[in-house]
């Protein structure tokens, strides 16, 4: 090394060395520091295995790169249309929607959410924009969709309200098949999920915007988990490591008061993830308490839903200290 040599000769007065000594006593070993050539990979070696996720450290692009690999197989996400519903919903991207909103009109806040969510999980999105209740302008927006991407999801008209056309719309007008229609959950109930045969799938969401974004990360995010390859290099996995690589979900200690369990449906709590540096343990927060499915400001803060059992007499709440289970919706941020 440089640290190990002292100047001979210099070329000019003050300009390189023309000849350097190395140190009297310093240790050298033919070819000390020299890789040779083919010390990375050696000839034959496997660069990447099959089925590798292609990830955010750069590192298996860096490894092929290195090897002189510049094309090779990838399994991409599925291409994903959004369209929010309803004849109240007014369009707020693109500066269009009014300062004061007429009365009974809302900004539309499920199709800005749902696409940023989609391309997070690095999706292309297609906008669809915002589409009346009206079953002839749904039919021909979806199958539109359908015929360019793989999926469409929709919020809105999907509960029981007399304008609510999604479910029927899909079966009678598209032939599709709605394979659930209602979840024991709360949020997100009326979650509907069909496939049109020939044609792609529809996630049908609620309107309530909590509930859409809930409903998109317990459902859609695992499917684009699937179709993106996650599970190819599982194997023939046991199910719950299937449900962990499409879900993933830590026990974390809950450091919030007391939460009230939901008596009939069991109830994901948008909640605050963090990594205790002090207990090296996860602790799950409950950042804003006014968890109504129309309050889009409670996903604000949250990183994870905290997943709660339904509760009985025996056990009406959990409490502060006890173990629950934290869904990751996005990256935990360490501070
Ligand atoms: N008879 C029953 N009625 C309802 C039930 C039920 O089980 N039986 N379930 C309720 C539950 S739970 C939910 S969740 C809602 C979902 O209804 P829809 O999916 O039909 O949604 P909408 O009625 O169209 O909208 C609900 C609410 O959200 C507002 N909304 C809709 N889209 C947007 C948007 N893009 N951005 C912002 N806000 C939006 C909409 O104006 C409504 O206020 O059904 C219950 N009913
Ligand atoms: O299931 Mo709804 O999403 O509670 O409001």
């Known amino acids: 090394m440089v640290e190990d040599t002292e100047l001979a000769a210099a070329a000019a007065p003050g300009g390189e060395e023309a000849r350097v000594r190395i140190r009297p006593g310093t240790r050298i070993e033919p070819g000390q520091f020299i890789r040779p050539v083919g010390h990375d990979q050696s000839a034959g070696a496997v660069v990447l295995r099959a089925f590798t996720a292609v990830t955010a450290t750069g590192g298996e692009i860096g490894a092929l790169a290195t090897s002189g690999c510049a094309t090779f197989q990838v399994k991409t996400p599925p291409v994903i249309a959004v369209m929010s519903t309803g004849d109240e919903v007014v369009d707020s991207l693109g500066g269009q929607g009014p300062e004061s909103l007429p009365y009974g009109a809302i900004r539309d806040s499920n199709r800005p959410a749902l696409l940023a969510a989609l391309r997070a999980l690095g999706c292309p999105a297609v906008d669809l924009g ?5 079953p002839d302008a749904l039919a021909s927006a979806i199958r539109g969709a359908l015929a360019t991407c793989h999926g469409v999801i929709t919020s809105g008209g999907v509960s029981m309200g007399e304008r609510d056309w999604l479910k029927a ?13 209602r979840v024991a959950m709360k949020p997100s109930k009326p979650t509907t999920f069909a496939t049109v045969p020939g044609a792609g799938f529809v996630f049908a969401l609620p309107g309530n915007p909590v509930s859409a974004l809930v409903a998109f990360h317990m459902f859609v995010a695992p499917a684009v ?27 974390a200690v809950l450091d919030s008061d007391e939460i ?7 109830e994901y709590v948008r909640g605050l993830l963090a990594w205790d540096h002090g207990t090296a343990r996860w602790v799950a927060s409950v950042p804003d308490r006014r968890q109504q499915s129309s309050r889009m400001a409670s996903m604000g803060r949250a990183n994870a839903l905290l997943a709660l059992p339904v509760g009985s007499d025996a056990k009406p709440a959990v409490a502060r200290g006890e173990a629950v289970t934290a869904i990751l919706i996005s990256a935990v941020q360490f501070t």
Do not use: C, M, N
Request: proline share 8%; charged share 30%; glycine share 10%.
């Open 130 to 134: 915002v589409v009346p209740d009206d």
């Open 169 to 181: 719309v899909v079966e009678q007008r598209l032939g599709g098949t709605i394979h659930f229609g």
């Open 225 to 251: 988990r699937k179709f993106s390859g996650h599970l190819l290099a599982l194997g023939a996995a046991d199910p719950a490591r299937v449900r962990r690589a499409l879900r993933p979900s830590v026990t």
């Open 260 to 266: 009230r369990l939901d008596r009939v449906r069991p």
